[in-house]
């Protein structure tokens, strides 16, 4: 089976520009989490959709946005690009989301470089 | 106070060393715990759940403390490829909260 996928691996962009990543759960999976990593530092929790409903935000401006689609893929968009925001950005799928206990699964990630 | 602590390291141990590492969060109501192993430029991997009873997978060992709010991983005879970073990872309501990990360099 196909794990947690992410397009596109790898990015340039520049201050001011949008972006748009995206990401596929495990196949059953519901529930999708993104999260952005900084080098050193552990993952920093951004959103968490589960059955197309955002059930959790982290400490993040409002240029982040996301989306779930109904085939439980989904988009992280992130408007007016600061150089702070370059960062390796990862998704995770799991089968169920909110509170609970259940395992993430990460996709290989999207590094995005801001210049 | 940050969610979630983990021991500074680094950590050079030699092959066949035990080693072990400990987390502590700070939320009382947090659900689950998991130890993720994250290798450079990878994304993260899970190693283990971390029961309360605590729980065993090869020369892996995690605990939890609930009481005093801390998790641990234990590995024995560490290998060359046991080399990475840690994470520990407490959820809380509907938020995973991840350490800033622990890095591990098994030496020959």
């Known amino acids: 089976d196909a794990g947690v996928t992410q397009s596109p691996t790898h990015l340039i962009k520049t201050r001011g520009q949008h972006v748009t990543l995206r990401c596929s759960p495990i196949?059953?999976?519901?529930?999708v989490s993104w999260y952005q990593q900084v080098l050193g530092q552990g993952p920093q929790f951004i959103f968490q959709?589960?059955?197309?409903?955002?059930?959790g935000r982290g400490n993040f401006p409002d240029r982040f946005s996301a989306r779930q689609f109904p085939n439980y893929s989904s988009e992280l968009n992130v408007n007016a690009l600061l150089l702070g925001d370059s960062a390796l950005y990862l998704c995770?799928?799991?089968?169920?989301?909110?509170?609970?206990?259940?395992?993430?699964?990460f996709g290989p990630g999207t590094r995005l470089t801001v210049t | 106070r940050k969610e979630v602590e983990q021991d500074p390291g680094p950590f050079n141990v030699p092959e066949g060393a035990t080693v072990a590492f400990n987390c502590t969060y700070s939320?009382?109501?947090?659900?689950?715990f998991f130890w993720y192993r994250q290798d450079c430029r990878k994304e993260p991997k899970l190693l283990m759940s971390?029961?309360?009873s605590g729980n065993e997978d090869g020369r892996f060992t995690a605990q939890l403390n609930r009481a005093s709010q801390y998790i641990s991983l234990l590995i024995r005879d560490s290998k060359l490829s046991d080399s990475a970073t840690y994470l520990c990872?407490?959820?809380?309501?509907?938020?995973?909260?991840f350490g800033t990990g622990t890095s591990l360099t098994v030496i020959p």
């Open positions: 995770a799928s799991s089968l169920y989301g909110g509170s609970g206990i259940y395992e993430q699964y």
């Open positions: 196949s059953g999976h519901k529930s």
């Open positions: 959709y589960y059955e197309k409903e955002e059930r």
């Open positions: 939320n009382s109501a947090s659900q689950s």
């Open positions: 971390v029961y309360s």
């Open positions: 990872v407490v959820n809380t309501g509907n938020q995973f909260y």
